[in-house]
């Protein structure tokens, strides 16, 4: 998702995954074959089958956190080497809002209703706040920085994800009753992209200046994204995306690559503060244009690695400690790593590592953490009550007409 191995608060990096329920990258939430966390039809009871999922969906989430993994591995390798680094600005500038989209695209039927929330906060918060801490204690014990505190407003490393999810899923109401929802978030995204002032708290500006894709995601339909995968685009998808790898290597001695992270202001990188609202509106129309392609070429039909699709955010949090482990424990100072079959087999690593840590043992083991049911910590919703005081009531009149 976005990140540099950059020291404390700059250091922080974005990953994949709103359940739509695991619908949008990272998943906060995996549903067991229904959609109905979002709002959708409850999963059948009986003898009907269980609603399928949406196998494009699995399918482009697997794909993109594999990119974030390799692009998480190529962070400390890709000074060394131009091409690597325009590579690298290439998947910066698509993967995350890929997540995004989708995350917002099943983000579409939330509302307040307490079961939602309910899921809200043992899908997104509550991961937040163990992960959160356990990155924290990683890098003062594990990676030798005493001064790490935990902090929950300011999230380290991967968890910027999960607290920007928090706050976009919880505005979903406003930008589905506002008239111009996506002109209104890009104002947004523009206004914070020129205000330094905004600080680290809950990294505040990943989380508006990335708003734009997640609203778009809330704007679109299933056709939109069936539109995408034509042929036609998905021959066109190739000499775009040859072109962004051209224009990324040219950039590379050009442009500061955090513009692609989302998490400074123009003024904290170094630039006029008009730049900010200008590289805004240009880095959206970029990665819109690359995450199409990328879409275009995803499958839409069941394969090996759809099933992994709904253990994105297992990848997601857990990858990052064997990314920051291997720099704290030096894996990456081996000098033929720098090199082209080096990075090769990095890449190869990194991709076969997330793949692992999205597999149904990994997720057994961990999903305390991610998917907590929490059952003891909320009051039963009123409605449910009652709904289950009267089927209390008309079982034994049922019973007494069968028998009678």
Known sequence: ?????????????????????????????????????????????????????????????????????????????????????????????????????????????????????????????????????????????????????????????????????????????????????LPLALAIAMLASVSPDIGDDLDLQRVLQFLPFFVVGLCMKPEHFRLVRRRSVRILSVPVFAAAVVVGWWAVPRMNTGWFYHRDSAQELGAPWWTGPVMVLALFGCSLLLTACFFSWVPGRRMWFTALGAGTLYGYLLHGFLVKGGDYWGWFEHSWLHRPPGQLLVSVCAAAAVTLLCTSPVRRVFRFAMEPAMEWAFKRDSVEVARGRGQAEKAPAREKVTTG
């Open 1 to 181: 998702m976005t990140n540099s191995l950059r020291p404390h608060s700059q250091n922080r990096a974005p990953l994949p995954p709103a359940h739509a329920p695991a619908g949008g990258v990272p998943s906060p939430r995996s549903p067991q074959n229904t959609r109905s966390a979002e709002g959708a039809k409850p999963a059948p009871s009986g003898n009907q089958p269980a609603k399928q999922r949406d196998a494009f969906f699995d399918n482009a989430k697997y794909l993109a956190i594999v990119l974030v993994a390799i692009g998480h591995s190529w962070e400390p390798l890709k000074d060394d080497s131009r091409i690597l680094e325009g590579l690298y600005t290439v998947v910066y500038a698509f993967h995350m809002p890929a997540f995004i989209i989708i995350s917002g695209f099943f983000s579409r039927s939330f509302d307040m209703r307490p079961d939602r929330l309910r899921r809200l906060i043992t899908g997104v918060v509550v991961p937040y706040v163990l992960f959160e801490t356990a990155y924290s204690l990683f890098n003062r014990y594990v990676g030798g920085a005493p001064d790490q505190d935990i902090s929950l407003l300011d999230p380290w490393y991967l968890t910027w994800f999960l607290i920007a999810l928090f706050v976009w899923r919880l505005t979903t109401p406003i930008w589905k009753l506002v008239r111009w929802p």
